[in-house]
């Protein structure tokens, strides 16, 4: 593949080249490489493993990708989508950084052939209110019913989509970006209607969470915008999964405590207090899903990091385990949270916990009376959180 330009745009908008990516040998092994222009100038990181230094630099860790740019790229469902609009289909993840629609992609790095642009590639958001006519492409994509000219809209708004999940960028009268989430085909419960409901009490606890609408579809089916957090009114905010940020090797497992650690490494306690809520949340609504990529960093236009606002946080309504509280420890529960040395006061970290175990505790009412989940599904939700996510027993 030949060189790419990375840029990066500020919250402002404002644009500048910040150097060069370039694929080497047949294992598609990254190097990159900051412009002089950068260094002299903002000089600060993109992101982890890339320090601003001149020369080049490798993925470290024997990694083959940069983590900060496999954050920008898309991941199993874009991947999905561009291997059905491009022929041949991309192979490495630099043909498919590259491949994703410049407007929608993840992050404030852009990507041109040429220093002076013009930005790769084709694609971009969809009208909301064309939701429904995306979301039938999106069906007739899952189930393989179609030509890819079936697929048009789909085929622009969905390239640059992180998760297994389908969904697509879409954007509204004012301009503002938002991620379509879809029900999948294989689904076995309302699996949008759980996350907006998470939503809904994590904002009542007090975290940070994107806005969003909850769109029905019909009695067990529904869609889920969310907004896009790494966008401005005029430009875009850096973003790094916690992946990215903890420098998670291929075949680490990460845990909350080093979540933690790399959250207050860039933003004190408040970054240590905000993972200490986004662990109690997960727990008290079982989320399962709470993977290194669903956490992580957005970047000011001074290149300084803070936790960004919790998203994909979906309740399982059955077993299952996640993102273990600290490494070699299986258990995960609010009052083994509370029992680990977080680095910051024992009393904050309890205040946290008791403000988002109290608002979680009626996820499954909010689910049923103000998004319309069957309240039979809701009740048999709610008695298998009830025990895997309970209140510590001096609590009650």
């Not at 080049?56 to 991941?75: N, Q, S, V, Y």
């Not at 006519?133 to 069906?139: G, I, K, W």
């Not at 419960?189 to 606890?205: F, G, I, N, P, R």
Request: glycine share 12%.
């Amino acid at each position: 593949m030949e060189p790419v330009f990375v840029h990066w745009t500020a919250p402002t908008g404002q644009v500048q080249l910040a150097g060069r990516l370039t694929t080497l040998g047949p294992t598609g092994l990254q190097r990159f490489s900051y412009d002089s222009s950068w260094l002299a100038g903002p000089g600060f990181t993109l992101g982890e493993g890339l320090p601003p230094e001149s020369g080049g630099l490798l993925p470290p860790g024997g990694a083959t990708d940069f983590g900060l740019f496999a954050d920008a790229g898309p991941d199993a469902w874009g991947r999905r989508v561009l291997s059905r609009k491009i022929e041949p289909p991309p192979r490495s993840s630099s043909e498919f950084l590259v491949a994703a629609a410049d407007l929608t992609r993840q992050g404030a790095l852009r990507f041109s052939s040429d220093p002076a642009g013009p930005f790769l590639s084709d694609g971009g958001p969809e009208p909301v209110d064309g939701l429904r006519d995306l979301y039938s492409e999106v069906r007739d994509f899952q189930a393989d019913r179609s030509s890819p000219g079936r697929f048009a809209r789909l085929l622009r708004a969905a390239t640059s989509q992180g998760g297994y999940r389908p969904k697509a960028a879409v954007v509204d009268g004012d301009g503002r970006l938002w991620i379509a989430k879809f029900p999948s085909e294989t689904d076995t419960y309302d699996v949008e209607t759980y996350e907006a409901a998470a939503l809904q009490v994590a904002s009542e606890a007090g975290l940070q969470v994107p806005r969003f609408q909850h769109l029905r579809v019909d009695a067990d089916r529904a869609i889920l915008l969310v907004e896009r957090f790494d966008r401005t009114p005029k430009g875009r905010r850096g973003y790094q999964s916690m992946r990215t940020a903890t420098r998670l090797g291929p075949n680490e497992v990460i845990d909350y405590q080093l979540m933690a650690a790399t959250a207050g490494f860039h933003a004190g306690q408040r970054g240590v207090a905000a993972v200490v809520g986004l662990a109690a949340l997960n727990i008290a609504v079982n989320n399962i899903d709470d993977h290194s990529r669903n956490a992580g960093l957005i970047q000011d236009g001074n290149g300084r990091w803070a936790p960004a606002p919790v998203f994909d946080i979906v309740p399982y309504p059955r077993e299952g385990e996640g993102t273990p509280l600290q490494a070699g420890h299986g258990e995960r529960s609010l009052e083994a949270l509370l029992d680990l040395d977080w680095g910051i006061p024992a009393a904050r970290v309890e205040q946290e916990v008791r403000r988002v175990a109290t608002a979680a505790q009626h996820v499954f009412a909010v689910a049923v009376e103000k998004f319309g989940l069957d309240p039979e599904a809701g009740a048999n939700a709610e008695r298998h959180r009830a025990t895997v996510g309970a209140p510590p027993a001096h609590w009650r």
